[in-house]
Every structure is written in C-alpha cells, then in structure tokens.
C-alpha cells in the first residue's frame, strides 16, 4: 500500500460548532471544508496531522476539525419499532443467548399480559429461545435478556457516545 493511498483512508472526526462530535468524514471531504473555510483545524494533545500536497502548497489536515458554519438540525424522530429497526438496534443477535441464525422478536413481557409493542418491550430473538420463553415473562423463564431494550438515540448522540468511549479508551492506554 502506497503513502498516497494510505493517506487517502484516513477519516476525519467532524465537530460542531458547539465542539459535539458529530461524524467521520474522509480525508477529501475534510480538505474541501477547511479550504472553503467552512471547517477549522481543531487541535487536540497528541493528535496526528496529516500533509497533503498540492503543486503549490501544502495543507495540514488534522485528525479533528470544526465546522465554522451553522448547520441547520435535521429534524429526527424515533423510527416505529418494526422487524428492521429492532434488528439494527439489537445487532442481529438473539437477545437470550447471542445466536445470529433464525432470528425474530420477542416481547418481552407478553401482550397476552398487558406487555406493549414498544422499543423497551421488543428484542430479537433467535427461534428457539423465542419458543423456549413462549408466553412468559424473562424471569419466569429463567432467561436473562443481554441488554436492557430501548428505544434508538439520535445518530449524533449516538456518534458522540461511541466517540468519547475511544477517545477514553485510547487515553487510559497511554496511561
């Protein structure tokens, strides 16, 4: 693998303007922002830089940059609860016992006693596990759940969650 090609795959954290991290961008897209000054350089300890050049000049691109320009809030509302997004959410994986294969969903509290179908009442479950609960609840089943189900975060909540566990994570190792 080339430098020139090693180069082009790196991505780039985006932050608003408010310093909320908010996506990952590739490295062409980062340069196209902060030349049209519509991002900054944001400089973090430790945070490596990138030179990019041109025949006449040379552009740092670091690892994180801010947008300058007030994005408009898309507006985002919490998808229903249906096959896919359950599936999406759980990561295709029974919540009893991990299995990927055969997978539908479970109430967790049953409807036939008064269980809802909501986003903290529905799981994925594999077949088997879901025939093996039948019409009881996890406990009577003696069937732990993995997760406790909820409804879906806003993707830049999200984005933001799963970025500061790394960024966390990569500082206790350089501990």
């Not at 016992?97 to 055969?102: K, L, M, Y």
């Not at 594999?126 to 993707?155: F, V």
Request: some cysteine.
């Amino acid at each position: 693998m080339t430098a020139a090609t090693h180069l082009l795959e790196q991505s780039i954290v985006v932050f608003s303007q408010n310093y909320l991290p908010i996506s990952r961008v590739n490295i062409k897209r980062a340069i196209v922002l902060l030349l049209t000054g519509k991002a900054e350089p944001l400089s973090m300890m430790n945070v490596p830089v990138w030179k990019v050049r041109s025949p006449n000049q040379v552009i740092e691109v670091p690892e994180h940059i801010r947008l300058t320009i007030k994005g408009k809030e898309r507006a985002w509302r919490v998808p229903p609860v249906n096959r896919r997004e359950v599936l999406r959410r759980d990561h295709h994986t029974c919540q009893y016992c991990g299995s990927t294969h055969n997978l539908t969903l479970d109430h967790v509290v049953p409807l036939s006693k008064g269980g809802s179908h909501s986003w903290d009442n529905v799981v994925t479950a594999c077949e088997r596990c879901n025939q093996r609960k039948g019409n009881r609840t996890p406990e009577e089943a003696n069937m732990p759940l993995r997760s406790k189900p909820r409804a879906p975060l806003h993707p830049t909540v999200a984005f933001a969650e799963q970025f500061w566990r790394e960024h966390q994570s990569r500082q206790d190792r350089q501990d």
